[in-house]
């Protein structure tokens, strides 16, 4: 079964400062595809970054980009230039195909000091 | 501790049938939300529900669709007259005291044939 663990359930930074959210995940297959999501107090959960399993190249949204290591099932969450809204939970998700059929990470908190 | 069930994980239904999604919540869990995703978009909040109230339904169409989260059982998301827009991933999550610390379901995917 598959599995996806965010070991992080808090963490802070400063504006402007750079920061990594961490997420692992297991699985058994070759093709799949990860998530990472933003929940901000309004409850909207909105799709920060995609990536598929198969491209080697991390992808990238701006100020948000990912390290994904596949060999080692890491999906990490960079965000640079941290803002005041960038505060929220952010959640790691997994998929096995394109129909969002999604096992999640139990979220990590995201604080932004000013 | 079994995780948010949803069933079922695949639905069809024909234009103009009902539609019922259930959703248990984790064991201690009294808080239930209801979302929407349509394909290429992120998650849309539908409802909140906590035991046998309905808090928040701001994201819910205001015809067709209805949510309930009774005393006993799982909370149940029901469409009525399906329609092919009506065709997308709903997820649930639950939590123990409100959205920090949710959990979410796998999701059942609705298709309108």
Known sequence: ?114 | NAGVMQNPRHLVRRRGQEARLRCSPMKGHSHVYWYRQLPEEGLKFMVYLQKENIIDESGMPKERFSAEFPKEGPSILRIQQVVRGDSAAYFCASSPRGLEGAFFGQGTRLTVV
């Open chain 1, 1 to 114: 079964a598959q599995t996806v663990t965010q070991s992080q359930p808090e963490m802070s930074v400063q504006e402007a400062e750079t920061v990594t959210l961490s997420c692992t995940y297991d699985t058994s297959e070759s093709d799949y595809y990860l998530f990472w999501y933003k929940q901000p107090p309004s409850r909207q959960m909105i799709l920060v970054i995609r990536q598929e399993a198969y491209k080697q190249q991390n992808a990238t949204e701006n100020r948000f980009s990912v390290n994904f290591q596949k060999a080692a099932k890491s999906f990490s969450l960079k965000i640079s230039d941290s803002q005041l809204g960038d505060a929220a939970m952010y959640f790691c998700a997994f998929s096995m195909d394109s129909n969002y059929q999604l096992i999640w990470g139990a979220g990590t908190k995201l604080i932004i000091k000013p």
